[in-house]
């Protein structure tokens, strides 16, 4: 079996993208509803959908197929709620003066 470098590059990066995929859509489901209101971020139900469905799409799609653009679109959403709204809603429920 010959693997390409492409090949195996995207292979790493679908290896990386389930379990971060799976780490955003527990954590968006264990917060607490009111805290995605008061980091004024979108609904809980929302950022659960959107997290399940990219968990669901990394599932479904394979990065080196024709379907490379919907699975961009799931480890982006993936990331934004890592990047952004994960530390918002820590920060929410931790309150602003208790930093580590």
Not at 11 to 19: D, M, N
Not at 25 to 34: G, K, S, T
Not at 39 to 48: E, L, P, V
Request: proline share 3%.
């Amino acid at each position: 079996m010959v693997f390409h470098l492409d090949e195996f590059v995207l292979f790493v990066l679908w290896c990386a993208a389930l379990p971060v995929g799976a780490f955003a859509f527990v954590h968006a489901l264990i917060q607490r509803a009111d805290a995605y209101l008061a980091a004024d971020r979108m609904t809980k139900i929302a950022w659960s959908l959107i997290t399940g469905g990219g968990l669901v799409g990394f599932l479904l799609f394979n990065p080196g197929e024709a379907t490379f653009v919907l699975w961009m679109a799931a480890l982006v959403a993936e990331l934004v709620y890592i990047v952004d709204v994960r530390p918002k809603l820590n920060e929410v429920q931790r309150g602003k003066g208790n930093r580590w």
